[in-house]
C-alpha cells in the first residue's frame, strides 16, 4: 500500500487557532493557521496558572485569533465530542474535578484567563476522555457493587484520546484505507502509556481506565496493579497520600530500576534495567495479543509519542513472537525509521505515526465552530 501525498485534510488557511494545554505544573500553547503551526511554547514549574497565562496576553489577544481550543483532561460520562464552552460546560468540567484533581483545576485556569481576556472569542473544550466514550458497557464496566460504581462515578473512561483519535487517522491515511474500515491498535508509548483497540474509527477498548494509572508499564507509574496491593500496603503502615505518591511517582520503570526515561533505561547495564525493560514490553505485548482478540481482524498496529515513535529496541521487543499472528517486525525498516516497519505483504501493517495532539485540538475546535 502506497502512503498518500500531501497533509491530512484540516482546517482552512486563515482560521487562525490558539491551543491552550495547561497542566498540573506546565502551560504549552500553540498557534495553527489552518495546519501551519506558526507559534509554539512550552512554561513549566508553574506554580501559578493565572500568572503564567496572563503572560500570555500577546498571543491571546492577537486580534487575527478566530478561536481558543482547551485539552481538557476528564470529560466523565457528560462530554463525548468537542464542545463550545459556556457557563454550563464550566460548571460541569468543575464538577468533574474529584476524577482528575490535578489536571482539572488548570484546565479551568486557562479557561477563566482566556475568557477574561478574550471574551470575544469562541473557546472550545476537547476531552482526553471524549474518544473512548464509544467504548461498549462490557468493556467500560468494572465488576464491583453497581450502586457504588455509579455513585461515585466509577468506570472505565480512558485518556490520550486526542493523541489516539489522530493517530489512528493519521495511520489509515498513511496506508489509504478509509479509516471507517481499518481496525487499528494504537500504542501511545511516552512518559505515560497507553494502548487502544480502534475499530473502524471508533475505540472500543483502552487500557487505562477510571485514571491514568491503569494498564501499560509507564515511567513512573505501574499499570495493571493487583486492588489488593494498596490495602495491602496500607495495612503494612503506609498513609493514603503515601501509596498515591508510590502509584503515580515511584513505580513503572523508576520503580524497578530508579530510571524513569526510556533512554537511560537502555543504556544502562544494571540487571534491573534490563528486567524493567522486559516487563514494560512483556505489558505491551499482552495487550497487543488481548486487543486483537477483541477487534478479531486486526490491520494496523501505530506506535507514536516519544517512546514509541523513537525507540526501535522498543518497537521489536514489544512484537517479538507475535509472527503467528501476521505480526512482524522488519529489522533493517524499523532501524531506518522507516513509516511502515512491517515486511512487504505482511498481515497485519506496522506503522510508526508521529502524534500531534494540539493540531487534534486545533482540528476539533474548528470542526465544532464550522471554520
Known amino acids: 500500500m502506497t502512503p498518500p ?16 494545554n495547561v497542566g498540573s505544573s506546565s502551560v504549552k500553547y500553540c498557534v495553527f493557521d489552518g495546519e501551519d503551526r506558526l507559534d509554539a511554547g512550552l512554561l513549566e514549574r508553574v506554580t ?15 486580534p487575527a485569533l478566530t478561536a481558543i481550543g482547551h485539552r481538557v483532561v476528564h470529560g466523565g460520562t457528560a462530554f463525548s465530542a468537542p464542545t463550545l464552552i459556556d457557563a454550563a460546560v464550566e460548571a460541569a468540567i468543575r464538577d468533574l474535578i474529584p476524577l482528575a484533581p490535578l489536571h482539572n483545576p ?16 469562541p473557546q472550545v473544550a476537547v476531552f482526553d476522555t471524549a474518544f473512548h466514550r464509544t467504548i461498549p458497557e462490557a468493556a467500560a464496566t468494572y465488576a464491583i457493587d453497581a450502586g457504588i460504581a455509579a455513585a461515585h462515578g466509577i468506570r472505565r473512561y480512558g485518556f490520550h484520546g486526542t493523541s489516539h483519535q489522530h493517530v489512528s487517522r493519521r495511520t489509515a491515511a498513511l496506508l489509504g484505507w478509509p479509516a471507517s474500515e481499518l481496525n487499528t491498535i494504537v500504542l501511545h508509548l511516552g512518559n505515560g502509556a497507553s494502548a487502544t483497540a480502534v475499530r473502524g474509527g471508533i475505540s472500543v477498548d483502552t487500557s487505562m481506565g477510571l485514571s491514568p494509572l491503569e494498564g501499560l508499564v509507564m515511567g513512573t507509574r505501574p499499570g495493571d496493579l ?18 498515591e505518591e508510590l502509584l503515580n511517582r515511584r513505580s513503572g520503570l523508576f520503580g524497578l530500576a530508579g530510571i524513569s526515561d526510556m533512554r537511560d533505561l537502555l543504556a544502562s547495564p544494571a540487571p534491573e534495567a534490563r528486567l524493567a525493560f522486559d516487563v514494560y514490553c512483556h505489558r505491551i505485548r499482552k495487550y497487543v495479543g488481548a486487543y486483537h482478540a477483541v477487534l478479531g481482524r486486526l490491520d494496523a498496529i501505530a506506535f507514536t509519542a516519544g517512546v514509541g515513535e523513537n525507540s526501535p529496541v522498543v518497537r521489536a521487543a514489544a512484537l517479538a513472537g507475535l509472527e503467528p499472528l501476521g505480526i512482524e517486525v522488519d529489522a533493517r525498516l524499523n532501524e531506518a525509521g522507516a513509516a511502515i516497519i512491517s515486511p512487504p505483504g505482511a498481515r497485519v501493517a506496522v506503522c510508526v505515526v508521529p502524534t500531534d495532539e494540539e493540531l487534534e485540538i486545533a482540528t476539533q475546535t474548528r470542526s465544532v465552530l464550522h471554520l
Do not use: K
Not at 500531501?6 to 491552550?20: E, F, M, Y
Not at 501559578?48 to 492577537?62: E, F, K, S, V, Y
Not at 488548570?106 to 477563566?112: M, R, S, V, Y
Open 226 to 243: 493487583d486492588p489488593a496491593i494498596p490495602g495491602h500496603l496500607h495495612r503494612a503502615g503506609l498513609a493514603p497520600d503515601e501509596v
Open 5 to 20: 501525498h500531501g497533509p491530512a485534510a484540516g482546517g482552512a488557511a486563515g482560521s487562525r487557532v490558539l491551543v491552550l
Open 48 to 62: 501559578d496558572h493565572g500568572a503564567a497565562l496572563r503572560g500570555l496576553a500577546p498571543l491571546l489577544t492577537d
Open 106 to 121: 488548570a484546565n479551568l485556569a486557562g479557561i477563566e484567563v482566556a475568557r477574561a481576556l478574550r471574551p470575544d472569542l
